[in-house]
């Protein structure tokens, strides 16, 4: 599903967020947004979930004008947001429940997902009797699950350790290939952008304006970035990190 804004703005009262945002996300692309804390990225994502609604401008989706949530628009969170009364196949099975599919399907269908994202043999448990990383997976399945046409991912792997985000990283990019939908990913993790995105959009500090665009392109991926090190030279430098060479080096995986 294409997303369209433009002159997008964004204000609180007398506090502007975000100034005049245009960009065409085209269907089944990957955009990361990344940019300094409190600019109004996850504002940006939070108006495509149809959970906010911008102060002027349009914003359309597959063509229609985005004014309230919908299930062909998924959002996860950086918090898991299981229900801790359900279990992991109750919680997953939940979003097909919700477009009134029988209970015995949704769950069938709930556990073919759960063995996608490797929770086979943990389907019965809650989620307090899993680790962090295992509730993100079932988060993960509940968001594919419905098949979206867009999935809006806000920090989705921020509250994770470093090989547990990085693991995480490598399930979420096999289901976008495998499903494709339209990704709007927020992150603070420069190296999380490149990895996953097709484009990255650095921001500004408040209200945010977009400094650069950069294409990356379908070039396949892994953890290791090296092919990426000027553009990932050039991001951190956008948002203020010192990347010079005699300075000490930004640990992969660092956030900003």
Same mark, same amino acid.
């Given at each position: 599903?294409?997303?369209?804004?433009?002159?997008?703005?964004?204000?609180?009262?007398?506090?502007?967020?975000?100034?005049?945002?245009? /960009? /065409?996300?085209?269907?089944?692309?990957?955009?990361?947004?990344?940019?300094?804390?409190?600019?109004?990225?996850?504002?940006?994502?939070?108006?495509?979930?149809?959970?906010?609604?911008?102060?002027?401008?349009?914003?359309?989706?597959?063509?229609?004008?985005?004014?309230?949530?919908?299930?062909?628009? /998924?959002?996860?969170?950086?918090?898991?947001?299981?229900?801790?009364?359900?279990?992991?196949?109750?919680?997953?099975?939940?979003?097909?429940?919700?477009?009134?599919?029988?209970?015995?399907?949704?769950?069938?269908?709930?556990?073919?997902? !759960?063995?996608?994202?490797?929770?086979?043999?943990?389907?019965?448990?809650?989620?307090?009797?899993?680790?962090?990383?295992?509730?993100?997976?079932?988060?993960?399945?509940?968001?594919?699950?419905?098949?979206?046409?867009?999935?809006?991912? &806000?920090?989705?792997?921020?509250?994770?350790?470093?090989?547990?985000?990085? /693991?995480?990283?490598?399930? !979420?990019?096999?289901?976008?290939?495998?499903?494709?939908?339209?990704?709007?990913?927020?992150?603070?993790?420069?190296?999380?952008?490149?990895?996953?995105?097709?484009?990255?959009?650095?921001?500004?500090?408040?209200?945010?304006?977009? !400094?650069?665009?950069?294409?990356?392109?379908?070039?396949?991926?892994?953890?290791?970035?090296?092919?990426?090190? &000027?553009?990932?030279?050039?991001?951190?430098?956008?948002?203020?990190?010192?990347?010079?060479?005699?300075?000490?080096?930004?640990?992969?995986?660092?956030?900003?």
């Amino acid at each position: 599903m294409k997303l369209q804004f433009s002159q997008v703005t964004k204000s609180f009262g007398d506090l502007s967020v975000i100034k005049q945002f245009d /960009t /065409t996300i085209e269907t089944g692309e990957i955009v990361a947004l990344v940019g300094p804390s409190g600019c109004g990225k996850s504002t940006l994502l939070h108006m495509v979930a149809g959970l906010q609604s911008a102060s002027s401008g349009t914003l359309t989706a597959g063509g229609k004008s985005v004014s309230k949530p919908s299930p062909e628009r /998924t959002l996860v969170f950086q918090e898991h947001a299981l229900y801790p009364w359900m279990t992991l196949i109750e919680n997953v099975a939940l979003a097909l429940e919700f477009q009134n599919q029988p209970k015995q399907a949704a769950r069938a269908e709930a556990r073919k997902w !759960l063995d996608r994202v490797k929770l086979t043999g943990f389907e019965e448990y809650y989620p307090h009797q899993v680790s962090g990383g295992m509730r993100q997976r079932c988060a993960l399945a509940r968001a594919f699950i419905a098949r979206p046409q867009v999935l809006l991912l &806000d920090e989705p792997f921020g509250a994770l350790d470093a090989l547990t985000r990085m /693991t995480l990283q490598s399930v !979420l990019k096999d289901l976008i290939e495998e499903e494709r939908p339209t990704v709007v990913l927020v992150t603070h993790d420069v190296d999380e952008a490149l990895y996953l995105a097709d484009r990255v959009l650095v921001f500004s500090n408040r209200p945010a304006v977009v !400094l650069k665009e950069l294409t990356l392109g379908h070039i396949p991926k892994t953890h290791d970035l090296s092919a990426f090190a &000027d553009i990932r030279r050039d991001v951190l430098n956008l948002l203020g990190i010192d990347t010079d060479t005699t300075s000490t080096p930004v640990e992969q995986g660092e956030t900003v």
